[in-house]
């Protein structure tokens, strides 16, 4: 049964610690996503990677945040330094891209980050 | 850009009986898929239905069915015979896609209760 995974699944920091999260993708698929969730702001993409190129990384803040894909089987997404306003639920999903429901996006757990 | 809006912020329904969850969005493209995933407690997104634009026939996964009407920009989701694990948040989403897989566009959610 293939499926995406995150880690950690919970993460308590301090305000201005780093915070890596860590997805492996489902294997075989070419596209990854990072997606946030806020009750405010809902769900919304903070960057994705095709064949582990960043296509987009728009909905990120530039100054601390920062994605990559080291390669095809791992995804990271880190905050440096962490402030309490990125409290919140991240997400990677992958997609196949490619075949039979490519546009089809499989979801992780997700990881809940809570900044002190 | 496109928009996604659920008008329904929560919602309820008793055991066995019939709910319609509404979604409306805003595009200008003629080709994109819409999606519905569930949330439950455990905070897992589920992919529950998917509909291809181009094709008029209202996609159905056993008690889940879809009312789509693309003049209109209408995508609701109906649960049959409702059941006590149907209790989540549901999410409806929007891709264009552009040599397969992009970023889904979301919703707020509707939270849907079953009571028993």
């Known amino acids: 049964d293939a499926r995406v995974t995150q880690t950690p699944r919970d993460k308590v920091t301090e305000m201005g610690q780093e915070v890596t999260m860590r997805c492996q993708p489902i294997?075989?698929?070419?596209?990854v996503f990072w997606y946030r969730q806020t009750m405010m702001q809902g769900l919304e993409l903070l960057a994705y990677?095709?064949?582990?190129?960043?296509?987009?990384d728009s909905g990120m803040p530039k100054d601390r945040f920062s994605a990559e894909m080291p390669d095809a089987t791992l995804a990271t997404l880190k905050i440096q330094p962490s402030e309490p306003r990125d409290s919140a639920v991240y997400f990677c999903?992958?997609?196949?891209?490619?075949?039979?429901?490519?546009?089809?996006?499989?979801f992780g757990p997700g990881t809940r980050l809570l900044v002190l | 850009a496109q928009t996604v809006t659920q008008s329904q912020p929560e919602m309820s329904v008793q055991e066995a009986e019939t709910v319609t969850l509404s979604c409306t969005y805003d595009?200008?493209?003629?080709?994109?898929?819409l999606f519905w995933y569930k949330q439950p407690p455990s905070r897992q997104m589920i992919l529950v239905i998917r509909?291809?634009?181009?094709?008029?026939q209202n996609a159905t996964e056993n008690r889940f069915s879809v009312n789509f009407q693309k003049a209109a920009k209408s995508f609701s989701l109906k649960i049959s015979d409702s059941q006590l694990g149907d209790t989540a948040m549901y999410f409806c989403?929007?891709?264009?896609?552009?040599?397969?897989?992009?970023?889904?566009?979301f919703g707020k959610g509707t939270r849907l209760s079953v009571i028993a």
């Open positions: 999903a992958s997609g196949p891209g490619t075949g039979v429901q490519r546009e089809t996006q499989y």
């Open positions: 294997l075989g698929h070419n596209t």
């Open positions: 990677f095709r064949n582990r190129a960043p296509l987009d």
């Open positions: 595009t200008s493209e003629n080709n994109y898929y």
């Open positions: 509909q291809e634009a181009y094709k008029q």
């Open positions: 989403a929007f891709m264009k896609p552009i040599s397969g897989n992009t970023p889904l566009v």
